[in-house]
Nanobody
Framework: QAQLVESGGGSVQAGGSLRLSCATSPYYDSMYMGWFRQAPGKEREGLAAISARSDNTYMTYYDVSVNVRFIISRDNARHQLYLQMNNLKPEDTAIYYC????????????????????WGQGTQVTVSS
């Protein structure tokens, strides 16, 4: 399996912003990708997904829980996946994972961990009051 490596996590005060990055490879160019998080004692939670590129556009999907605070994007030329996180809240504290998969894109399923085969090892995000 090709590697997925998250970076950009850290500690931030409530209301602040972070941009997470996930280093990928050409192997993932034809796959959809997503961001997930997991807090202690909780199930892994899907946040956002982005499709492979079609012409010059991507399909995106966001879990309702993130409202409009998070933006997922990808740069195939640099083989990077990003998650811009704004207006962070203490409830956002978790380990954040990037992932990739190659099944059919179905909007309602794109935040399900079972749709993703490849996973990074995660990066910690801590949001303080």
């Amino acid at each position: 399996q090709a590697q997925l490596v998250e970076s950009g996590g850290g500690s931030v005060q409530a209301g602040g912003s972070l941009r997470l990055s996930c280093a990928t490879s050409p192997y993932y160019d034809s796959m959809y990708m997503g961001w997930f998080r997991q807090a202690p004692g909780k199930e892994r939670e899907g946040l956002a997904a982005i499709s492979a590129r079609s012409d010059n556009t991507y399909m995106t999907y966001y879990d309702v829980s993130v409202n409009v605070r998070f933006i997922i994007s990808r740069d195939n030329a640099r083989h990077q996946l990003y998650l811009q996180m704004n207006n962070l809240k203490p409830e956002d504290t978790a380990i954040y994972y990037c992932a990739a998969g190659a099944e059919e894109w179905i909007y309602s399923q794109m935040t399900s961990p079972s749709k993703y085969k490849y996973w990074g090892q995660g990066t910690q995000v801590t949001v303080s009051s």
